[in-house]
């Protein structure tokens, strides 16, 4: 498993991240901001529904774009 230390690549407050997640199969791969923070195998979820979340705080999305890679 790859993971990269985020802080280096998060933006402050008041400015939009960009997050790119790929998920094909057992395989999910998280570029934050331009530098990929995640690349990792999981058998326990390769299929089912998309959702956004977040633990607390406010949180705004824009621009989500989901698309297939079939």
């Avoid at 008041?14 to 998280?30: D, P």
């Avoid at 923070?37 to 621009?63: E, H, K």
């Amino acid at each position: 498993m790859h993971l990269a230390a985020p802080s280096a690549v998060i933006n402050s407050g008041g400015q939009w991240n960009t997050y790119q997640i790929t998920a094909l199969g057992s395989r999910l791969v998280v570029n934050l901001n331009g530098t990929q923070t995640v690349d990792t195998t999981d058998d326990q979820f390769t299929s089912g529904p998309i959702a956004l979340q977040y633990g607390a705080g406010i949180v705004r999305f824009r621009n989500v774009r989901i698309r297939s890679l079939d």
